[in-house]
């Protein structure tokens, strides 16, 4: 009985020895585990961190490289549109200017602002009316034909002109005037040199004028 009871005990200690090696097998089994896992997560960290700056890298080339050709292509565009713009103010004709001076003093007229009309005309400026009425004749010189323009003031006078026609030096405005309430049609002429009018010519109804001006 004794020997059985001591194989017994042997046995127990023997299957204790087994499951302690065991652990000590399972521990250095966890071990060896543990650092090829950390050795896969810092490698693929050495992976991503080298792959990041290259990425933004090649961003930043790339957006530098849109940057510069944008700049490049803008650079060349504007002298080009300089020049375009100053070619067609040297290509333009006298002809086209006159018309424009003449435009924008017709509206000044209308619009009650002599001393803009006044600045195109020349000082020897030539203004002739046509007729026998009150205020036909030659008038010479701004002082002259500002007094014309005061008589014309006092029967409302008004002109709508109706169109340009440029050709060279003169200037052809087919207008239509209004004076004391009556109407008519009238050509002016407008002679121009150093852009400044020299000469003004209007051809029209010289009844009307001497119905409402009286003749001389």
Not at 16 to 22: I, V
Not at 59 to 80: D, H, L
Request: overall charge positive; hydrophobic content about 40%; some cysteine.
């Amino acid at each position: 009985m004794l020997s059985v009871k001591e194989d017994s005990g042997e046995k127990d200690c023997r299957k204790e020895a087994a499951s302690k090696e065991n652990c000590r097998k399972e521990a250095v089994a966890k071990k060896s585990v543990a650092p090829k896992r950390a050795v896969k997560k810092t490698t693929a960290r050495k992976i991503a961190a080298k792959k990041r700056p290259a990425k933004r890298t090649v961003a930043k080339k790339t957006t530098v490289a849109k940057k510069t050709s944008v700049r490049k292509t803008a650079g060349r565009k504007r002298p080009a549109n300089k020049t375009v713009a100053m070619k067609s103010t040297v290509r333009r004709n006298p002809a086209e200017q006159n018309v424009a001076l003449v435009k924008a003093a017709y509206a000044a007229f209308s619009s009650g602002d002599a001393a803009a009309v006044m600045a195109i005309l020349a000082d020897d400026i030539e203004w002739i009316v046509p007729g026998n009425s009150a205020v036909s004749g030659t008038y010479r010189g701004k002082g002259a034909v500002g007094s014309f323009w005061m008589m014309l003031a006092e029967k409302s006078f008004a002109t709508a002109p109706e169109h340009y026609v440029g050709d060279g030096e003169r200037v052809v405005v087919l207008t239509r005037i209004t004076v004391a309430g009556q109407s008519a049609d009238q050509a002016d002429v407008l002679t121009f040199k150093n852009s400044k009018v020299v000469k003004f010519q209007s051809a029209g109804d010289t009844a009307l004028q001497e119905r409402i001006f009286g003749a001389k």
